[in-house]
């Protein structure tokens, strides 16, 4: 006769759960939100991990980010003490069966209409950011972004300027600060991604899509940027940067960087991965003006 | 059959509704179809399921106060051992590989394949093993 | 009086009785090949998916190992490529999947409802095969020419064309998808059938347990989407051999149709994976916390919302596309959250003034509760445009999902611990257990949390170098430990099936569970009942066992009706 094994629950604790207990957990619930309130209204808001970044929409995705982060907190906080305490109070301490509740109406029909209510927020918040970011402002300077296996080519129309890198040479796009800047964004091949992570911002660039929006810069400064969609073997290395200066500068820029045409920059940016058509300083110009 | 003609029906009227709000808003072909090619595959058995509930006799299943008695006697045909599911699974295993690696696969491929249906619809009809 | 009745008779021509089929049936290997038996199918499913979760593990250190430093020559760029997609389409199409509807959905939900076996026992087995095969062929493609597929899990066109990616490789990818697909779509078909038709006198549709319930949502989710996959694939190898434009831009092809495809699949797809292992811990938990499931019609209508809503959302998966419809999908996906969160509540509530008692099932149960709360959070964060745009294809969205899919290895580990007993007769040792659910927890954590701030700081993901970032070799590290705690929780596993191997006989019911599936023998005999109880809620060995405790003041069933409350059960 073969012995059955059973698993033994945990040994007994000689006391219960108090009914104070039960009391004090709906008091905390109830202080817990104002008081939280009032902590954040003295003092800054945490970054949550993010940014401000350096455009206008990073600014207002870095606060949409913040919001949301309070959110999750309140709600997270909430329902992890809620299962921690399941997990403490009512641990086994008897054999006895408790109550064998199985439904409570209202209370289900109020974590039902908050998370909704909660959500509508969230949805409402988000529009306002989103409508901002895809807005069609007045813009006064234009860049194509031209993705490609494995590089970026930013030509300038109008302009005559045509900047292009491979992986590692790292082209660089300079626009003028505080200027509605429209990007016209292209692929020649695969789908790959413009991600500039100081303006909280990535778009694919998609292959017979043109995909546009706009950008204004607040902050000048050099920003680094990278390909986020899986495009082959160099995906890693398909890195940019941004180099934002003032609108000065910019002008300056332009006119000592007049290139010849794209295909005289394309040349010499495959033929060998050493020197690089990128200029760094302005007046270092390429062919005739 | 009433509870589940109601789950795959309201399904179904959820995806419907949810087509056409897209559909109008989005203008965007692939997601308009799919998701009114979902309803009508909810429509399909939750409708059938619909109008014979409403005609065929109670069972003992959807009787709440059924006693297992009720539902004494034959339950179903449930196949003992058979050959042919491996048959027809290593069949279009060859197929696939034909996919890759050649059309001369199809010829197991098929041939397992054909061989398989015939030899199960025989066994389901024979009753097959118990 | 409880009264219990000899199981349901299976026609047959002729009379077979059991024990002259045991004589001269086939033994050994051929009845293996030959069953129809769900519980073995089942079993097949449980141990061939187990096997992809560790070759799915093994890939997954391998990249942990090369992203250790930011300039790593571990492995080259191109073999990179091929242990992120193959670790992430390992991990999603051969093993979660077929884990979660073909494994212990298998075995437990004819049990659970009282049939004698699925309603069609060859495609049961055909699913099988299809599976087993679909998996050799994926996975073939490390041993062509070229090497396996390299495009990332979800193949995006056109990079996983025939120009940019030639190679039997891509297109083994494709076959196994297409074999493991139609076994889905068999499963799913098998499912529907067998809860709508083969259930047991007495259980009513509002009386199956909750894991029948999630079962039932996802067959019929495998119906609506894996079709839409299934037919992607044939026109992506139409395109990569037969010479169509379907998603190449020369041609007049559009690119961007095979996201919508393939996520029209994908996101029901993640819930396919999902709900099952919220079945599985909805079962635990009411068990081990000796009360019933915590407002029953509110998981079912939660479960059925999940269910619905998952086919809206899809393109939030392709936000940065710049071609959809934004707001739609954000409302869409934000209200996802809502019936998830009813779910969160519930389980919560069902532990709520219970004796709530920790064996590793239920361990696992609620560590599934706190990394699931996390991936949740995440993942509505996700589901604003403007934040996705910052932090999509970014290690961000890796920590999400990984959070989520960790939860629900904890609930499968949750599910193999509570019903391995059932299916098998034994018992895991519960101290190995304990071990393995304190790793397989922390360790999770280890290797996630640091993930969130790495796609925060601009971490992209799928690269296997990062030289101009050296700032992010630290939690790079980080992570790599919390994978390795990981791995040790699978050896865990491992040690403790052969540790325990045949040593702890379990009895009926060694948990005092509550649903159908308790009241039979362990492992249940062929055709799973000799005795069946009668049936009136949805915990008919509960009410069976302790028939003073059916109803409660503040809950009192639609379907129920109390019963004498002093019969003694009938041993």
């Known amino acids: 006769m073969s012995k059955v094994f059973h698993v033994e629950p945990p040994a007994l604790s000689p006391q219960g759960v108090s009914d104070r207990s039960r009391r004090w957990r709906r008091v905390r619930r109830i202080v817990a939100l104002p008081v939280a309130a009032l902590a954040l209204a003295g003092c800054t808001v945490p970054t949550f991990g993010a940014a401000p970044g350096a455009t206008t929409s990073s600014r207002s995705t870095y606060h949409l980010w913040q919001g949301f982060s309070i959110g999750a907190v309140i709600v997270g906080g909430l329902t992890l003490v809620l299962i921690l305490w399941a997990v403490f109070a009512y641990r086994r301490k008897s054999d006895r069966i408790p109550k064998q509740s199985q439904y409570h109406i209202p209370l289900e029909m109020t974590y039902t209409i908050i998370p909704i209510l909660i959500v509508l927020g969230l949805f409402a918040a988000t529009m306002v950011v989103e409508n901002k970011e895809v807005a069609n402002p007045k813009t006064t300077v234009t860049i194509n972004v031209n993705a490609f296996q494995w590089g970026w080519k930013f030509t300038y129309p109008g302009q005559n300027v045509v900047v292009v890198g491979q992986t590692t040479q790292d082209p660089i796009m300079v626009m003028p600060v505080d200027t509605n800047v429209h990007i016209n964004l292209t692929s020649s091949d695969v789908i790959h991604g413009f991600y500039v992570h100081a303006f909280n911002f990535s778009r694919y660039a998609l292959p017979g899509v043109l995909n546009q929006f706009t950008l204004r810069a607040v902050n000048t400064g050099t920003y680094d940027g990278q390909c986020t969609q899986l495009c082959g073997l160099y995906h890693s290395l398909m890195v940019f940067r941004v180099k934002v200066v003032s609108q000065s500068q910019y002008t300056a820029w332009l006119t000592g960087n007049a290139n010849v045409s794209a295909a005289l920059a394309a040349q010499a940016a495959t033929k060998q991965q050493t020197s690089s058509i990128v200029p760094t300083k302005p007046a270092k110009s390429e062919g005739n003006n | ?130 | ?571």
Not at chain 3, 317 to 336: A, D, E, N, R, Y
Not at chain 3, 363 to 382: C, D, H, K, R
Not at chain 3, 402 to 409: G, P, Q, T
Not at chain 3, 553 to 564: I, Q, S, V
Request: proline share 6%; charged share 10%.
């Open chain 3, 1 to 571: 009086m409880t009264d219990v009745l000899d199981p349901p008779v299976v026609a047959a021509h002729g009379d077979h009785d059991d024990e002259h089929e045991e004589h001269h049936g086939p033994t050994g290997i051929l009845k293996w090949m030959t069953t129809t038996d769900h519980k073995v199918i089942g079993m097949s499913y449980t141990v061939t998916a187990v096997i992809m979760m560790v070759i799915g593990g093994a890939l997954a250190e391998i990249i942990r190992a090369q992203l250790t430093t930011p300039n790593n020559s571990l492995v080259s760029f191109a073999q990179f490529n091929e242990l992120f997609t193959m670790h992430g389409s390992v991990m999603i199409y051969l093993f979660v999947g077929p884990f979660a509807f073909g494994a212990l959905a298998n075995i437990i939900v004819p049990i659970q409802i009282g049939a004698p076996d699925m309603a069609f026992p060859r495609l049961n087995a055909l699913s099988y095969w299809l599976y087993l095969t679909g998996s050799i062929t994926m996975l073939s493609g490390f041993f062509v020419a070229g090497g396996a597929a390299n495009f990332g899990w979800v193949a995006y066109a056109p990079l996983s064309n025939s120009i940019n990616t030639p190679g039997a490789g891509a297109d083994l990818w494709i076959g196994g998808l297409l074999l493991t697909g139609f076994s889905a779509i068999f499963t799913g078909v098998n499912l529907c059938a067998t809860i709508f038709y083969l259930r047991a006198p007495g259980m009513t549709m509002f009386r199956m347990p909750i894991f029948t319930w999630n079962l039932l949502v996802t067959a019929i989710l495998i119906l609506l989407a894996f079709p839409v996959l299934t037919a992607g694939l044939i026109m992506l190898y139409c395109d990569r051999h037969f010479g169509t434009h379907i998603f190449t831009v020369p041609g007049g092809g559009v690119p961007v149709l095979w996201q919508h495809i393939f996520w029209f699949w994908g996101h029901p797809e993640v819930y396919i994976l999902a709900l099952p292992f919220f079945g599985m811990v909805t079962e635990i938990i009411a068990v081990f916390s000796r009360k019933p499931v915590f407002g029953y019609k509110g998981m079912v209508f939660a479960t059925l919302s999940i269910g619905a809503l998952s086919l809206g959302v899809w393109a939030h998966h392709m936000f940065t596309t710049g071609v959809v419809l934004l707001p739609f999908f954000s409302i869409m996906s934000l209200l996802i959250a809502v019936p998830t969160g009813i779910k969160m509540f519930n389980w919560i509530g069902t532990m709520w003034r219970g004796e709530v008692w920790f064996s590793t099932a239920m361990l696992m149960a609620v560590g599934f509760l706190i990394t699931f709360l996390i991936g949740g959070l995440t993942g509505i964060y996700l589901a604003s445009p403007p934040l996705d745009f910052f932090t999509h294809d970014t290690y961000f969205v890796v920590a999400h999902f990984h959070s989520i899919v960790m939860a629900l290895v904890m609930g499968a580990m949750g599910g193999l611990y509570y019903w391995g007993p059932k299916i098998t007769g034994y018992l895991l040792n519960e101290t190995i257990g304990k071990i393995q659910f304190w790793f397989l927890f922390i360790g999770t954590q280890v290797f996630t949390l640091p993930m969130y701030l790495l796609g925060l700081r601009g971490m992209p993901r799928r690269i296997p170098v990062y030289p101009l970032h050296p700032s992010w070799q630290f939690l790079n590290q980080l992570s790599t430990v919390g994978a390795v705690l990981v791995g040790v929780s699978t050896v865990a596993f491992m040690v403790n099936i052969v540790y325990s191997w045949k040593k702890y006989p379990a009895g009926d019911n060694p948990w005092d569970g509550h649903t159908l599936e308790w009241f039979t023998t362990s492992p249940p005999p062929h055709h799973n009942f000799y005795r069946l109880p009668q049936i009136r809620s949805e915990r008919p060995t509960w009410d069976y066992n302790h028939p003073g405790h059916t109803a409660a003041e503040h809950g009192h069933h639609a379907d129920h009706h109390p019963e004498h409350h002093d019969e003694v059960p009938v041993v």
């Open chain 2, 1 to 130: 059959m009433r509870t589940e003609a109601k789950v795959l029906l309201s399904l179904g009227v959820f995806f419907g509704a949810m087509s056409v709000v897209y559909w109008n808003w989005g203008h965007e072909n692939a997601g308009g179809v799919m998701m009114f090619a979902g309803m009508l595959l909810c429509f399909l058995p939750g409708g059938y399921y619909y109008w014979w509930s409403r005609r065929m006799r109670a069972r003992p299943e959807d009787d709440p106060n059924a006693t297992q008695a009720q539902g004494a006697g034959v339950v179903g045909a449930f196949p003992g051992t058979s050959i042919w599911p491996f048959t027809l699974g290593m069949g279009a295993f060859f197929v696939v590989l034909a996919l890759v690696f050649g059309i001369w696969f199809l010829v197991p491929g098929l041939g397992l394949v054909v061989w398989a249906l015939f030899g199960g619809t025989a066994e389901g009809r024979r009753g097959g093993t118990q």
